[in-house]
Nanobody, 127 residues
Framework: QSRLVESGGGSLQPGGSLTLSCAAS????????IAWFRQAPGKEREWVSS????????NYADPVKGRFTISRDNDKSTAYLQMNALKPEDTAVYYC????????????????????WGQGTQVIVSS
């Protein structure tokens, strides 16, 4: 069964850094576009960042641009989200998502574009 498993969430103070991991289980991430989304309490799920299947194209939501970095290691079938200079408004459950695509450079930014989702990992930024 194909699934994604996130890890790396936690609780930390503003200004700190955290790296989230998203491991593919039952399949390889090669050929898959990847994205991270997040959902804060009482808010809708929002897109954070995307990475193309060929690893050459990235896209970031304005609130995280310059602070977050998305990456992937196809040999490990794992995607990452490096988060720096964290703010209280980054507090949310973070979800990774993936979808196989023949368009190697495609970066999707809507939840409907992805058909595989992880269970989420909680990030709390608070002083």
């Amino acid at each position: 069964q194909s699934r994604l498993v996130e890890s790396g969430g936690g609780s930390l103070q503003p200004g700190g850094s955290l790296t989230l991991s998203c491991a593919a289980s039952g399949f390889t991430l090669r050929g898959y576009g990847i994205a991270w989304f997040r959902q804060a309490p009482g808010k809708e799920r929002e897109w954070v960042s995307s990475l193309s299947a060929n690893g050459r194209n990235t896209n970031y939501a304005d609130p995280v641009k310059g602070r977050f970095t998305i990456s992937r290691d196809n040999d490990k079938s794992t995607a990452y989200l490096q988060m720096n200079a964290l703010k209280p408004e980054d507090t949310a459950v973070y979800y990774c998502a993936a979808t196989w695509t023949p368009a190697a450079g495609w970066v999707g930014t809507t939840p409907e574009a992805y058909d595989l989702w992880g269970q989420g990992t909680q990030v709390i930024v608070s002083s």
